[in-house]
């Protein structure tokens, strides 16, 4: 079993200018209290997390709608660290992808899990997307903070997976996973109707 998460804490790095991990006691046993409260403020884009449809799409679906079953179930894992630029369908294949994978991980080697915000990262073309969509992707995961470039306005591989019916997993820790067959355990938490929900993510041998 490898758990594949970053966490939700103050030394896991936020997207610049979004609302960082930090951690507060409402009642503390120290200060009389009978138990310890803490008080969280945070992004729940700072560890890993399922983006919302809502995220990229004023008045769509939120957290509180994202289903289960796409972050349940077999997951191909590739390791696409080589790759500087776009990442297109001939990567995606000579990596190991094939058309019946429903559950996608992808490793860049750029994931916050080091420490520190990448300054870049390799996301995938938005037409490589809409094919994996159309061909049965239920689900793209990445060790990066977005599945769109870092400068991306647009979130065109956002809006062709959600688009096609697929879900979002961002900022894994992919570092010490082989790639291959795996199978995969990340439930997005019931968050509310908000833009993205915390996860747990997990992978084990199949």
Not at 37 to 52: E, N, Q
Not at 67 to 86: I, Q
Not at 176 to 195: F, N, Q, R
Request: charged fraction near 20%; include cysteine.
């Amino acid at each position: 079993m490898h758990d594949i998460s970053v966490p939700f804490d103050a030394g896991t790095p936020e997207w610049p200018g979004d609302t960082p991990f930090s951690c507060g006691w409402s009642w503390q046993m120290s200060g009389g209290a009978s138990v310890n409260i803490s008080r969280l403020t945070l992004s729940p884009h700072v560890g890993t997390h399922a983006d919302a449809p809502l995220h990229v799409r004023g008045g769509a679906a939120g957290a509180d709608r994202i289903p289960l079953a796409p972050f349940l179930g077999p997951a191909r894992v590739v390791d696409l660290s080589s790759v500087t630029g776009t990442i297109t369908l001939p990567h995606l294949q000579h990596a190991g992808y094939t058309v019946d994978a429903e559950r996608l991980l992808i490793r860049t080697g750029h994931t916050v899990a080091s420490g520190a915000f990448p300054g870049h990262w390799p996301s995938l073309a938005p037409d490589a997307a809409r094919a994996l969509a159309r061909a049965g992707l239920r689900l793209l995961g990445v060790d990066a903070p977005s599945v769109d470039d870092r400068e991306s306005k647009d979130l065109a591989v956002h809006h062709a997976l959600f688009d096609g019916g697929a879900f979002v997993l961002e900022n894994l820790d992919l570092r010490g996973v082989a790639p291959g067959e795996w199978e995969l355990l990340a439930l997005p938490m019931p968050m509310g109707a908000v833009d993205a929900a915390p996860v747990r993510a997990l992978l084990r041998k199949r």
